[in-house]
């Protein structure tokens, strides 16, 4: 009785929209209901499966159950089906019919591994779902209850969890697993995510459509797959449907996925993945992630800042204020507030100190209320307000104020102060962190992103060739001709390297000043690094003077003041071939990289050393492959 009381109540909560109201003016005619119930009546569906793949395991972990009418119908579309039968009063039949169905052709097929069976939230209140009839038809057809997976569909409004999740344990002591479908498609969705605790979570199409470029979705997907993860939860990536896209899923180490990439629904779908499917899983090609946004300054406020200070009031007299500086020689400056708490001055301490220092003046004024010396106009800002804004107004504001600090309210009500020093401090602290994300001058990543790409190469097992460039001669060149020229042959370099790689496997880095760290899985990384050095060679001249082109460089001074002649940049690229399993960490990496590129430095001109990194303990090069841009690349 108690789970007939479960059922019903589930059944009373639960609304399925109208057709009206999801799409007004399509309200079914008597004849499209007829033709639904004539087709119901004689059950004339058909099944299509489409096998959902274990990323890992290299096989299907299962199927999911497509019901669709008679082809070449205008009752072909499930949408259609469900839709009149809501319509004909038929919505739990129909689904029991669905099921049927759906479990029948299964068998009958000998699929292997799990079937997801799709269902309504009215439809879990079907007491011959949840009682003897399904699980006697399950058996009649062979088909362990544990191997059933409930994929709850998103066309329903839920007002009450706490009976859904008793329906949904009378489920799962029977056996039955449970799938949350269109993971992102609404709200409602993630409601029921976090209050159903599903065994598989199914991320809506929309998200893993372009998500190798699209740096928000993969975010977005990222974020699910860690909540996930801490949850014990499996999610399935639909809607796959590029190369691109299930090797950022497969990256990202969601373990299954579901598209057109891997099979289409059909009525006979393979047993076993294509063999072309399995050549992309196993492809060692890491897929580089869209670019991640880095610490913004403007998100930060002045909040952060915030330092309590007890603050005075007009009834204050100097001598209190004195006392107070005393007491606390941190302290540069005391605020004032009115009765309200509302600031109205600032009281700096060595003002006051200059001021008591003069004869006589401690005994004239000490009495005088802290008003007299208080500065009344000081720099208030709100708590929310960002940290570059506060940056912006002291740097427009008058002298003082970038020794008294500011004043930090909320809705006007006195908060605290904050100090310039710290403001300067924590705008350069996010400076460095932004630069280490993504270099301000190119944009390009920076050492954190450098890092985890290079992590994600070594811990997949990729072959890849890690090779740091660095510009000869820059730093004469940036004394010659301004650091503004400098900048543009950094950014000329950094272009270069970002159209000689493939942007879906090569990994484009910008480690700082002139210095740049390229990550290739491109098979023909060789012709590349040709194809870079010939680039900057004819490049260059274009950010040279015609005088220094001809003399083949320019003239300055050493360190000691002595003239010496300056040749014209070149470019420097050490190069590390990496086998799988030849290195562990990138600091192996980076050190193999720094040697080669020293031995790159060695020869005048553009030039390219390649090391190639052998098997075994001994990590020391087998060989050594050297070029210079005029000749190509080319083995010694």
Same mark, same amino acid.
Request: glycine share 6%; hydrophobic share 40%.
């Given at each position: 009785m108690q789970n007939l009381s479960a059922l019903q109540r589930l059944r009373d909560s639960t609304r399925v929209p109208a057709p009206q109201e999801r799409d007004p003016g399509s309200i079914p005619g008597a004849e499209a209901i007829g033709a639904f119930r004539e087709l119901h009546d004689s059950r004339r569906l058909n099944v299509a499966f489409q096998p959902i793949i274990d990323f890992r395991g290299r096989q299907f972990l299962g199927f999911e159950g497509l019901v669709r009418g008679p082809a070449d119908s205008p009752l072909h579309s499930p949408a259609q089906l469900f839709s009149?039968?809501? *319509?004909?009063?038929?919505?739990?039949?129909?689904?029991?019919?669905?099921?049927?169905?759906?479990?029948?052709?299964?068998?009958?097929?000998?699929?292997?591994?799990?079937?997801? =069976?799709? *269902?309504?939230?009215?439809?879990?209140?079907?007491?011959?779902?949840?009682?003897?009839?399904? *699980? @006697?038809?399950?058996? %009649? =057809?062979?088909?362990?209850?544990?191997?059933?997976? +409930?994929?709850?569909?998103?066309n329903q409004y839920v007002n009450d969890f706490r009976t859904l999740r008793e329906v949904l344990d009378i489920y799962r002591r029977q056996g039955y697993r449970i799938a949350v479908d269109d993971l992102g498609e609404g709200f409602s969705n993630l409601r029921i995510w976090s209050e159903v605790r599903p065994d598989f979570v199914k991320i809506d199409r929309h998200f893993i459509s372009g998500i190798a470029n699209d740096n928000l979705k993969f975010q977005l997907v990222r974020a699910m797959h860690e909540i996930a993860e801490s949850n014990d939860v499996h999610l399935v990536a639909e809607g796959i449907e590029t190369e691109r896209e299930l090797a950022a899923v497969r990256d990202l180490g969601i373990a299954y996925g579901q598209g057109f990439l891997v099979a289409r629904p059909d009525p006979a779908p393979p047993?076993?993945?294509?063999? &072309?499917?399995?050549?992309? +899983?196993?492809?060692?090609?890491?897929?580089?992630?869209?670019?991640?946004?880095?610490?913004?300054?403007?998100?930060?406020?002045?909040?952060?800042?915030?330092?309590?200070?007890?603050?005075? #009031?007009?009834?204050?007299?100097?001598?209190?204020?004195?006392?107070?500086?005393?007491?606390?020689?941190?302290?540069?400056?005391?605020?004032? /507030?009115?009765?309200?708490?509302?600031?109205?001055?600032?009281?700096?301490?060595?003002?006051?100190?200059?001021?008591?220092?003069?004869?006589?003046?401690?005994?004239?004024?000490?009495?005088?209320?802290?008003?007299?010396?208080? $500065?009344?106009?000081?720099?208030?800002?709100?708590?929310?307000? &960002?940290?570059?804004?506060?940056?912006?107004?002291?740097?427009?504001?008058? #002298?003082? #104020?970038?020794?008294?600090?500011? /004043?930090?309210?909320?809705?006007?009500?006195?908060?605290?102060?904050?100090?310039?020093?710290?403001?300067?401090?924590? +705008?350069?602290? =996010?400076?460095?962190?932004?630069?280490?994300?993504?270099?301000?001058?190119?944009?390009?990543?920076?050492?954190?992103? +450098? %890092?985890?790409?290079?992590?994600?190469?070594?811990?997949?097992? *990729?072959?890849?060739?890690?090779?740091?460039? $660095?510009?000869?001669?820059?730093?004469?060149?940036?004394?010659?001709?301004?650091?503004?020229?400098?900048?543009? =042959?950094?950014?000329?370099?950094?272009?270069?390297?970002?159209?000689?790689?493939?942007?879906?496997?090569?990994?484009?880095?910008?480690?700082?000043?002139? @210095?740049f760290m390229l990550l290739l899985q491109s098979h023909d990384w060789a012709e590349r690094l040709s194809l870079i050095m010939r680039g900057f060679d004819e490049r260059l001249p274009g950010l040279l003077d015609r005088a220094h082109i001809e003399a083949g460089g320019y003239g300055g001074e050493d360190r000691k003041g002595h003239p010496v002649f300056h040749a014209l940049p070149s470019l420097s690229m050490g190069c590390v071939v990496i086998e799988p399993g030849t290195v562990s960490t990138h600091h192996e990496v980076a050190a193999a990289v720094g040697d080669a590129k020293k031995q790159a430095k060695k020869v005048a001109g553009s030039f390219i050393f390649v090391e190639r990194r052998k098997h075994g303990p001994d990590h020391r090069r087998d060989n050594v492959c050297t070029t210079q841009a005029k000749e190509g690349l080319g083995e010694t």
């Open positions: 009149l039968a809501n *319509a004909a009063g038929l919505a739990m039949p129909f689904e029991a019919l669905c099921r049927e169905v759906v479990a029948t052709q299964f068998a009958q097929r000998k699929l292997p591994g799990l079937l997801f =069976l799709n *269902a309504s939230i009215t439809g879990l209140a079907d007491p011959g779902f949840s009682g003897a009839k399904t *699980a @006697d038809l399950l058996g %009649h =057809l062979g088909l362990p209850i544990r191997n059933i997976v +409930i994929e709850l569909t998103e047993l076993q993945p294509p063999e &072309s499917i399995l050549k992309l +899983i196993q492809r060692c090609s890491v897929v580089v992630f869209p670019r991640i946004a880095n610490p913004r300054i403007g998100s930060a406020t002045v909040k952060e800042l915030l330092t309590t200070v007890t603050p005075l #009031h007009p009834e204050c007299d100097n001598d209190v204020v004195f006392s107070r500086f005393e007491q606390n020689p941190d302290l540069i400056a005391l605020p004032v /507030v009115d009765g309200e708490w509302r600031p109205i001055g600032m009281v700096n301490r060595y003002s006051l100190v200059d001021r008591f220092a003069r004869p006589f003046r401690r005994e004239l004024f000490g009495r005088r209320s802290c008003t007299l010396f208080m $500065d009344d106009m000081p720099l208030v800002v709100d708590e929310a307000t &960002s940290i570059q804004d506060v940056s912006q107004k002291l740097s427009q504001s008058a #002298h003082h #104020h970038m020794f008294d600090g500011f /004043v930090v309210t909320s809705k006007g009500r006195y908060l605290g102060i904050g100090s310039s020093h710290a403001l300067m401090a924590r +705008i350069t602290d =996010l400076q460095i962190r932004a630069a280490r994300y993504a270099n301000p001058l190119t944009q390009l990543p920076g050492n954190v992103p +450098i %890092h985890e790409h290079l992590e994600r190469l070594l811990a997949m097992e *990729a072959a890849f060739v890690a090779c740091y460039c $660095d510009l000869d001669n820059f730093k004469p060149y940036n004394d010659t001709y301004g650091y503004r020229r400098g900048d543009d =042959l950094i950014q000329m370099l950094g272009n270069l390297l970002v159209e000689a790689c493939d942007s879906r496997i090569d990994f484009v880095g910008h480690i700082g000043g002139d @210095d």
